[in-house]
């Protein structure tokens, strides 16, 4: 199985929005590992092909918070 890197610039204005995405990933099948920077506003997270790029794009948004760009790969990919 492939592993992949996928990075998100969130918008997180608080420890408790840091803890929103926090607990998502941590939750979400096929997520390997995950860091969330308040400092950076990203999330950044390990992968492996049962965890989509979009499927954690869609898992971030349901927290509410805004994500204003992400790669996949390496790779910028545009986020709506």
């Known amino acids: ?11 997180m204005s608080c420890g408790g929005c840091k803890g929103a995405v ?3 990933l941590g939750k ?3 997520v390997k590992s ?3 920077s308040l400092e950076k506003q ?4 390990q992968a ?3 965890a989509s790029f979009e499927t954690v794009l869609e898992t971030i948004k349901k927290t509410g918070k805004k ?8 790779e910028s990919v545009t986020v709506e």
Not at 1 to 11: N, S
Not at 42 to 45: F, K, N
């Open 1 to 11: 199985m492939a592993e992949h890197t996928y990075t998100f610039d969130v918008t």
């Open 22 to 24: 926090d607990r998502v």
């Open 28 to 30: 979400l099948d096929g």
């Open 34 to 36: 995950h860091d969330v």
């Open 42 to 45: 990203q999330a950044t997270v």
């Open 48 to 50: 492996d092909d049962t």
């Open 67 to 74: 994500v204003t760009g992400a790669k996949k790969d390496g």
